[in-house]
């Protein structure tokens, strides 16, 4: 069956602007986990989603960073007044119930100019 | 801070088996063991877990030492596509995952 999709695949902006990503979950899978991967490192946790709830957002670095999974299945991750710093590989993954195996997406490679 | 030491590369010769070791010394009783691998520009990809018992599976054995300190991945016959960065990892069911650095293994023709 079909995996976890992300989109866009790439994507490139300009410090100080907003961007939008989206994860569209495997058919059925309540939980969703979004992580972040720099380059030569480990993913990174950044907030998990049961259903439409975020039942862990430790992980996000500050108040520019915010998820929404409004209907329970597809998330976006928003970033706003983006910074070099921000550039990065961003994962989403998820699971049938919190308990189960993750299964990760490709992934979108977010560059800062 | 991840739970687990890798060495941080290994290589292996295609054919043969490529054992991959994993310390987790301050496992608690509740916590698996988990593998996954990440292929170059790909997301991380489930390999297999458990908890005190070996496991295996069609890609991968798991052997987890009796005192649970330590384990081993085990490929059985490594290709070239199995050359991948692989992540062990402890964590109790349904909670997030914290990877470390992981063990970039190398398959040699």
């Known amino acids: 069956g079909a995996g976890v999709s992300q989109t866009p695949s790439n994507k490139v902006t300009e410090k100080g602007k907003y961007v939008e990503l989206r994860c569209d979950p495997i058919?059925?899978?309540?939980?969703l986990y979004w992580y972040r991967q720099s380059l030569g490192q480990g993913p990174e946790f950044l907030i998990y989603f049961q259903g439409t709830g975020a039942a862990d957002d430790s992980g996000l670095p500050n108040d520019r960073f915010f998820a929404v999974r409004p209907e329970g299945s597809v998330s976006t991750l928003k970033i706003q007044r983006t910074e070099r710093g921000d550039s990065a590989v961003y994962l989403c993954?998820?699971?049938?119930?919190?308990?189960?195996?993750?299964?990760f997406g490709p992934g979108t490679r977010l560059t800062v100019l | 801070d991840a739970k687990t030491t890798q060495p941080p590369s290994m290589d292996c010769a295609e054919g043969r088996a490529a054992n991959l070791p994993c310390n987790h010394s301050?496992?608690?009783?509740?916590?698996?063991v988990y593998w996954y691998r990440q292929i170059h520009s790909q997301g991380p990809q489930y390999i297999i877990h458990g908890l005190k018992n070996n496991e295996t599976n069609e890609m991968a054995s798991l052997i987890i030492t009796e005192d649970r300190k330590s384990s081993t991945l085990i490929l059985p016959h490594a290709t070239l596509r199995d050359t991948a960065v692989y992540y062990c990892i402890v964590r109790v069911i349904g909670s997030k995952i914290i990877f470390g650095s992981g063990t970039r293994l190398s398959i040699r023709p």
């Open positions: 058919s059925g899978h309540t939980a």
């Open positions: 301050t496992i608690s009783g509740n916590e698996y």
């Open positions: 993954a998820s699971s049938s119930s919190s308990a189960d195996t993750q299964y």
